[in-house]
C-alpha cells in the first residue's frame, strides 16, 4: 500500500486533466440489459451451488412430505392415485415456499440488495434474473423428482404429461408470485408465518388448475384449457410481478 | 445545523447534488429539519454529529435508497427520482453493509460489483492490491476478517467514475494505514472533479481541514 500522504501541487495537476471523471455522458456504462440480467442470473447460481443446502433441502422436504401420505393413509393404489395430483402439487407449494427466503433475505443482510437498487439497471431486470435463477435452483429440480414420486402414488399413467406441463408452467408462478412476498417480508425480522399467510393464497387459483388438469388427463379427456389458464397466469405474472417486487424492495429497504 | 458556506469562486464548481429542505423523522423523532446542502465538484463534506442524529439516513436521503419526510434531493438541478438511471451511473454509495457475499471469492466479489455499475473487470487484482488484498483474492470473503470484507466493498473506489460517492462509515474495521491510503484516495478523487460524502467519528488526518466541509447534525438533542 503506498504511503505517499503529500500529493503535489504539481502532481494534482497533473492528475486532474488526463484522468477526469465522465460525469454526464452515459459512455462507461457498457453494461447492456442482457449482461445485465445474465450477470445476476451467474451469481445467484454460483452461489447456490457452493451453498448447496439450498438446492437439496426444499427437494427432500418434497420428497419426504409426499412419502407421508402413503404412510398416513395406507397403501391402497386406489386411494392413492385419486389424491395423488392434489399431494404433488401441495408438497411442491410448500417446498416452494420454503426456499424462497433465501430469494432476498441474505442479499438484504450483507447490503447486496442496496447495491443492485443503486445500479443504473431497471430493479425489474435484476429482480427477474434472481427469479429466474431462484426457479432453475428450485423449481426445475421438483420437476424432475415429481415423476418418480408420482409412481410412488400410483397416478395413473395418462396424468404423468399433464403433471410435467402443469409443473413447468406452474412452478415459474410460484417463484414469480412468492418473490413478491418476500420483498414485501424481506425486512421484517421474523416473516417466515406472515410470508406464507401472504403468499399461499395467492397460489390458490395454480393448484385448482394444475390439479384439475391432471384429473381431467387421468379419465382421457384433453386439458389444454386448464393449461391455457396456467400459462395466461404464468404470463401476467411473468410481465407484472418483477415490477411489483422492484416496488415491495424500495418499501423494504426504506 | 450549519448551512454548508456557499461555494468559493472557482468558476470550474458545478453543483452535482443539492437537498432542499430536506426533513427526516424517525420513530416519531425528528432528526433534521429543513435542511439545504450543496455539494460541488471537488467538495469533501463529513457529515458530523452523536449516534441516533441522522447522519446514516440522511446518507441514505442523499443516495435516494430512504425517502425523506419533505424535501427534494436534485442531482445536477433535476430531481433524483426522475433521473433515477444517471443519477445511479454518477453515484458510488458505500454503507454500513459492505455488499460482499461470503460464497464467492474477494476477486468474484470485487468483479459482480464492478460489472453490475458497468465498470471494468480487467483490474480487479490491482484494485483488491491497492486494498491491501493481495494473496486473498481466491480465499472466500467468509473466510476473511470483517475488515478485510469492508476492503473487499471498498476496493470499487479505486476503478469508480462516478463524481458522487456517498460513504457511510468507510473506516470502521480498517487499520491506521487503510484510513490514510483511503483518505489519499479521496483527495485525488475531488480533485478529479468528484466530490465525497462520508461520515466518520476519527479525524481525518491526511486531508487538509480546509479542504473538508462539515454537516453537524444534532437537532435530536437540542
Known sequence: MTTNTELTESSKAALAPTDTLNMTDTQHNNLSYRDAFFLVLKRDITIALRHRDDIINPLLFFVIVVTLFPLGIGPEAKTLSRIAPGIIWVAALLATLLSLDRLFKSDYGDGSLEQMLLSPHPVFLLVLAKIVAHWLITGLPLIFIAPLLAVLLHLNEQSYGALIFTLLLGTPVLSLLGAVGVALTVGIKKGGVLLSLLVLPLYIPVLIFATSAIDTASIGLPYSGQLAIIAALFFGSLTLAPFAVGAALKVSTN | ?222
Request: hydrophobic letters at 35%.
Open chain 2, 1 to 222: 445545523m450549519t448551512p454548508l458556506p456557499k461555494s468559493t469562486s472557482s468558476t470550474q464548481e458545478t453543483i452535482l447534488l443539492k437537498g432542499e429542505n430536506l426533513t427526516c423523522i424517525r420513530e416519531d423523532r425528528l432528526l433534521f429539519d429543513d435542511l439545504n446542502i450543496e455539494i460541488n465538484t471537488g467538495d469533501i463534506v463529513q457529515v458530523e454529529g452523536p449516534n441516533g442524529s441522522g447522519k446514516t439516513s440522511l446518507l441514505r436521503i442523499l443516495a435516494g435508497l430512504s425517502q425523506p419526510y419533505e424535501g427534494k434531493v436534485k442531482f445536477k438541478q433535476i430531481l433524483t427520482s426522475q433521473c433515477r438511471e444517471e443519477f445511479h451511473e454518477n453515484l458510488l454509495y458505500f454503507g454500513h453493509l459492505p455488499g460482499v457475499k461470503g460464497e464467492m471469492s474477494a476477486e468474484e466479489n470485487l468483479s459482480f460489483n464492478l460489472a453490475l455499475h458497468g465498470l471494468d473487470t480487467n483490474q480487479t487484482v490491482d484494485n483488491l492490491a491497492n486494498m491491501n488484498l493481495l494473496g486473498f483474492e481466491d480465499s472466500l470473503a467468509s473466510h476473511l476478517s470483517a475488515g478485510q470484507h469492508r476492503r473487499i466493498g471498498l476496493a470499487r473506489l479505486y476503478q469508480s467514475r462516478a463524481p458522487i460517492w456517498i460513504l457511510d462509515e468507510p473506516f470502521t474495521a480498517i487499520d491506521k494505514q487503510g484510513v490514510a491510503s483511503l483518505e489519499q484516495r479521496f483527495i485525488e478523487h475531488a480533485n478529479q472533479g468528484g466530490c465525497v460524502i462520508l461520515t466518520t467519528h476519527q479525524d481525518l488526518l491526511a486531508i487538509p481541514s480546509d479542504k473538508v466541509k462539515k454537516i453537524t447534525l444534532d437537532y435530536a438533542f437540542e
